[in-house]
Nanobody, 115 residues
Framework: QVQLVESGGGLVQPGGSLRLSCAAS????????MDWYRQAPGKLRELVAT???????NYVDSVKARFTISRDNAKNMVYLQMNSLKPEDTAVYFC?????????WGQGTQVTVSS
């Protein structure tokens, strides 16, 4: 069973950058599709980016050209590089691992974009 721990969140000014990390432990990491979600106060959780076991990526329109998802299977890590951050990117960001009937979430990391 995979366990996920996110890190890298914090306070950043508009226009700044952050890199979120998600460390996976346990089962074979490389077979899982990995997602980054976010949830802002009073809003539904939103899928931000996905990377498949083959490395195919997909993004929600609002972060395209600003965010990049990547994975390092040798290190059991998935990353979300976030550039040109906006106040509306403020949220708790969650990492998710999924495959067949497996669906695992991390505890989340807070990202706050404010001057």
């Amino acid at each position: 069973q995979v366990q996920l721990v996110e890190s890298g969140g914090g306070l950043v000014q508009p226009g700044g950058s952050l890199r979120l990390s998600c460390a996976a432990s346990g089962s074979i990491f490389s077979i899982y599709t990995m997602d980054w979600y976010r949830q802002a106060p009073g809003k539904l959780r939103e899928l931000v980016a996905t990377i498949t076991s083959y490395g195919r990526t997909n993004y929600v329109d609002s972060v395209k050209a600003r965010f990049t998802i990547s994975r390092d299977n040798a290190k059991n890590m998935v990353y979300l590089q976030m550039n040109s951050l906006k106040p509306e990117d403020t949220a708790v960001y969650f990492c998710r691992a999924r495959r067949s009937n497996v669906d695992i979430w991390g505890q989340g990391t807070q990202v706050t974009v404010s001057s």
